[in-house]
């Protein structure tokens, strides 16, 4: 039998897991786990380059950990960890930072985003957080790392880093293609359709934790467009706010764009607008449920964890000797 290609990817617990979250990255790998060896991580490393709450940081963590259960990750056939609990990861990053240019991390656009934003703190860390990264994938020689699309620079710098390597070593690094979603890669906000849908505006973001009532009420105030057509047509560039809806609706229905115009044919925002809400909330409620199910079993998300950090140090570890080898440290 063929050996089942390689994914990897994570997700800052640094906030709530929204609906975008969910369609854009979770749901695919989700969808994908049979195809797969899957690794998926709570990049916790990653969310200390911003201040956190040490007690936010901790909850977040595991909630995360229990809503990827929840959304279909299966422990048993994935392995699921926190970054903070397999030590090869800030192990390897050292090493590939000594292959890593200044001029390179300086022209990463999520850095000039976020130093702007966080002017008083432009630490260290925020800098070299893309070499964290490569380091995060590099180590499970992954064939496909799914992301949004904001973070395909950070995948095309680690590619760069592996060849770098490569060049100089022998083949140590197996070279990763990023992997973007057609369907949901970017869900815009409710009451901004210019915008991504976004924890930063918690109004116009639906949360995988948020309850019915207020997933309809969300929905209700959703802004679709200006043109009082009253009329769902999928039209982006003049309709987005209807665009969006109708991609969310698409995504948690499965039904294409036209089926879904025929099936509100004559009828108005007034009841598009709340059947939306409606299916995003049958889609949600399970995995509410099971999440909050799963949050109060302590017991059975320590030995997921602990077992995915096993399973993952020793994949991790291979790499890692690999490379200490070929760099010259003497080996035990
Ligand atoms: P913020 O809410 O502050 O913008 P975030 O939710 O984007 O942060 P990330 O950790 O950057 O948090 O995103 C996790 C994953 O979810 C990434 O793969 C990202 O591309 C995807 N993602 C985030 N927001 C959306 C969105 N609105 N639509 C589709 N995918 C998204
Ligand atoms: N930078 C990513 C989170 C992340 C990641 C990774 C994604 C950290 N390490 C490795 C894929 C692979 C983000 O902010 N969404």
Known sequence: MEEKKIMLSGIQPSGDLHLGNYLGAIKNWADRVDAFDCYYFMADLHTITVRQNPADLRRRSMQQLAAYIACGLDPEKNTLFLQSMVPQHAQLSWVLSCYTQFGELSRMTQFKDKSAKHKDNINAGLFTYPVLMAADILLYQPHYVPVGADQKQHVELTRDIAQRFNSIYGDVFRIPEPYIPKAGARIYGLTTPGDKMSKSIPEGCVFIMDDPATIARKFKRAVTDSD?????????????????????????????????????????????????????????????????????????????????????????????????????FVQI
């Open 228 to 328: 009082r057509e009253n009329c769902v047509r999928f039209d982006p560039e003049n309709k987005p706010g209807v665009a969006n809806l109708m991609s969310i609706y698409s995504s948690v229905t499965g039904k294409s764009y036209e089926e879904i115009e025929k099936e509100f044919e004559g009828q108005g925002y007034g009841v598009f607008k709340p059947a939306v809400g409606e299916a995003v909330i049958d889609t949600l409620r399970p995995i509410r449920e099971e999440t909050e199910r799963l949050i109060k079993d302590k017991a059975y998300l320590e030995q997921v964890y602990r077992e995915g950090a096993q399973k993952a140090s020793y994949i991790a570890n291979k790499t890692l000797r690999k490379v200490y080898k070929k760099v010259g």
